[in-house]
């Protein structure tokens, strides 16, 4: 097969191949671009294999970094954008189920080929459009299936991630996995627990953020893998559940969170565990824990002014976007957010007042200060007030005083 005009994005790497070539040695594009470029899907990273060693490579340009040398790998740089080149190479022993504990350069692109992880990526791509293909990848993009290398016991005791890769790929590409495929995630689901959670949490947020989840989750449960995921074992009825109810993608890993978190009614103290067993970020865990108490509120037709200003506008989408999968929601998204929009402020620092102003008037310094502007806040928030500096003084005093 050739592909008679190629993407930009492989014009503007072929001097890369141009000048490997010239030197003698062969180079491809290898990998994922490959792939999505025969499915006209959008292409990220390109990704080159040469027969060259890496020491021969970078004796043909200018500017090289070591990115992965011992792996082959090489990013060009004389060409603006970086480019990962990385030589032909067969891997051995695998005792991390992950990384091999030897790897060996060779000089054939079959047998670099030989190694990957699935046929549709294991497709090579000549200058010229000939796709190299010796798995018949070719064919298993035609029939929408995604199938192991060769034997799928030996790839996935190799690497026990491309499990989880196998029901990613399903889900974002609308590809069935192989029987054999299958049978080989069934018999060797268990070694995911080997693997860094980290890497994990990549691949199972980047299925449900696929366009078609369901595929992905089919697999995840019915060979048992999602029993070797952090926290997830208790949890079988309520994915079967999520399966059958989520017809597109999520539109973020917030929104993914906040969606297991809803679905397994976690409290707020579980959510965090969860979140912390998975190795998510602060950040993604405070985002997590806002969307679900907004989420509850959603579903509960619990919606005020107070909810939406602490909730904000981003994480407002979010939770209603999870109601909308749960089919429980009972607003309008834009409804909600044009709501939020429409508040006198969305922080405290927006208030026409502040502690210094406060006290110029005479107010003490204290808890009572704090209080005052808390007091404040709210009342500007739900429209009680005017975000008026004289009124707001007025207010201050007054509440204080009522207090006293």
């Known amino acids: 097969m050739r592909i008679e005009t190629l993407p930009e994005e492989f014009i503007k790497a072929q001097p890369i191949i141009d000048t490997i070539e010239a030197a003698g040695y062969e180079a491809y594009y290898v990998g994922g671009s490959v792939r999505d470029t025969l499915l006209n899907l959008p292409i990220h990273d390109v990704d080159i294999a040469t027969s060259a060693y890496p020491e021969e490579v970078k004796s043909l340009f200018k500017r090289t970094v070591d990115t992965g040398i011992e792996h082959g790998t090489v990013m060009i740089l004389d060409h603006g954008t970086g480019y990962e080149t990385t030589t032909f190479r067969t891997e051995s022993g695998y005792q991390d189920y992950r990384r091999p504990d030897s790897v060996k350069f060779v000089r054939s692109l079959k047998e670099d080929l030989n190694r990957r992880d699935f046929t549709i990526n294991a497709l090579a791509l000549k200058t010229d459009g000939t796709i190299i293909d010796y798995f018949d990848g070719l064919?298993?993009?035609?029939?929408h299936r995604i199938r192991a290398v060769g034997d799928p016991e030996k790839r996935f005791n190799e690497d026990a991630l491309r499990m989880m890769r196998a029901v990613r790929f399903a889900s974002q590409l609308n590809f069935d996995i192989d029987a054999d495929t299958v049978a080989g995630i069934e018999h060797h689901g268990r070694l995911l627990t080997k693997i860094a959670v980290e890497r994990i949490h990549v691949e199972f947020v980047k299925m449900l953020l696929g366009n078609w989840p369901a595929k992905g989750l089919d697999v995840f449960m019915n060979t048992g893998l999602y029993q070797y995921c952090p926290d997830?074992?208790?949890?079988?009825?309520?994915?079967?559940?999520?399966?059958?109810?989520?017809t597109r993608g999520m539109s973020n890993e917030t929104a993914v969170w906040t969606l297991l978190a809803a679905v397994f009614e976690l409290s707020s103290k579980q959510v965090n565990q969860l979140l912390k067993d998975w190795k998510s970020a602060n950040q993604l865990i405070d985002d997590v824990q806002v969307a679900v108490k907004a989420f509850h509120a959603i579903t509960t037709q619990t919606v005020d002014a107070w909810t939406l200003y602490?909730?904000?506008?981003?994480?407002?989408?979010?939770?209603?976007?999870?109601?909308?999968?749960?089919?429980?929601?009972?607003?309008?998204?834009?409804?909600?957010?044009a709501q939020y929009d429409a508040l006198q402020i969305h922080s405290k620092k927006a208030l026409t007042i502040t502690g210094q102003d406060l006290m110029a008037a005479g107010i003490k310094p204290g808890p009572q200060l704090g209080q005052a502007l808390n007091y404040l806040e709210r009342q500007v928030v739900e429209g009680q007030l005017n975000n008026q500096e004289a009124d707001l003084l007025t207010a201050a005093i007054n509440y204080l005083n009522e207090k006293a």
């Open 139 to 143: 064919g298993d993009l035609k029939k």
């Open 232 to 246: 997830f074992e208790p949890y079988k009825d309520q994915f079967n559940q999520l399966r059958s109810q989520l």
């Open 310 to 337: 602490q909730t904000g506008h981003d994480l407002i989408a979010i939770a209603n976007e999870v109601a909308g999968q749960l089919g429980s929601a009972t607003y309008q998204t834009a409804d909600l957010l």
